[in-house]
């Protein structure tokens, strides 16, 4: 998956994130601006899931996007 691709559409993105992980508010998008890192983190802790299962999450929702 090409997050580079990701993060120069984050914008279009932002919407099918907030529909994966809705407890992400706006500026947890804006601030986050498409970078894997800060996504995975920002997941972490707002669900408390561990970090392992969201490198998953995040890898299966991606590769339903297309990336």
């Given at each position: 998956?090409?997050?580079?691709?990701?993060?120069?559409?984050?914008?279009q993105l932002?919407?099918?994130?907030k529909?994966?992980?809705?407890?992400l508010?706006?500026d947890?998008?804006?601030?986050?601006?498409?970078?894997?890192?800060?996504?995975?983190?920002?997941?972490?802790?707002?669900?408390?899931?561990a970090?392992d299962?969201?490198?998953?999450?995040v890898d299966e929702?991606a590769?339903?996007?297309?990336?």
């Open positions: 998956m090409d997050w580079n691709r990701l993060e120069g559409n984050w914008k932002k919407g099918k994130v529909e994966q992980w809705g407890r508010t706006d947890d998008l804006d601030r986050i601006g498409g970078k894997r890192e800060q996504l995975e983190g920002k997941i972490q802790e707002r669900y408390g899931i970090k299962q969201v490198r998953r999450d929702w590769n339903r996007q297309g990336w």
